[in-house]
């Protein structure tokens, strides 16, 4: 069961706060499975400094730009395609916690779905809320189309205990 969250990120962050604990690799950590949320797009937000996790997040957003390109030259071709998607096959031990992007455009405007292995709610949030915003920003200009909906999927939404 999918639990949807909106904008709401005040219900989110407290559900996680009373989940359970769970062990993984010998560390603690609050957990929620399977939930959505969804991200309101702001060009401001693409230029604030914000550092990854990890250099490997960094790559991550490299290669998801790059794929990107594959979902414009779908729909540029045809603009109600649901194939404009990617798994993320990585050739390298990247984390790979962004598993699939789907781009869609209805009425006019561009959707983003992202589903997610992994989500860390502290450590990475803010730069994957940043790469999402990246893709929207690009998908816009190079469709000429509206921002519609960011829709994030995560199998495991979790903190640090």
């Known amino acids: 069961m999918v639990t949807n969250y909106g904008n709401d990120f005040e219900h989110l962050y407290g559900d996680l706060a009373n989940s359970k604990s769970i062990v993984i690799d010998n560390k603690k950590y609050k957990e929620l499975i399977n939930i959505s949320y969804e991200l309101t797009f702001s060009t401001d937000f693409i230029f604030e400094r914000i550092p990854p996790h990890q250099p490997d997040d960094l ?3 490299q290669y998801l730009i790059r794929r990107l ?3 414009i030259s779908i ?3 045809d603009k109600h395609s649901r194939r404009a998607a990617y798994a993320n096959v990585y050739t390298n031990k990247m984390c790979k916690c962004i598993s699939m992007v ?4 209805r009425d006019g405007n561009i959707n983003i779905n992202e589903f997610y292995r992994s989500q860390h709610a502290i450590r990475n949030f803010d730069f994957d809320v940043q790469t999402a915003s990246i893709l929207m920003d690009m998908l816009t200009h190079e469709l000429n189309v509206q921002p519609g909906k960011i ?3 995560v199998t495991s939404f979790h903190k640090d205990c």
């Open 59 to 61: 790559n991550e957003r």
């Open 102 to 105: 789907q781009v869609f455009i």
């Open 75 to 77: 729909l540029e071709n």
């Open 69 to 71: 390109f594959d979902c």
């Open 151 to 153: 829709t994030v999927f």
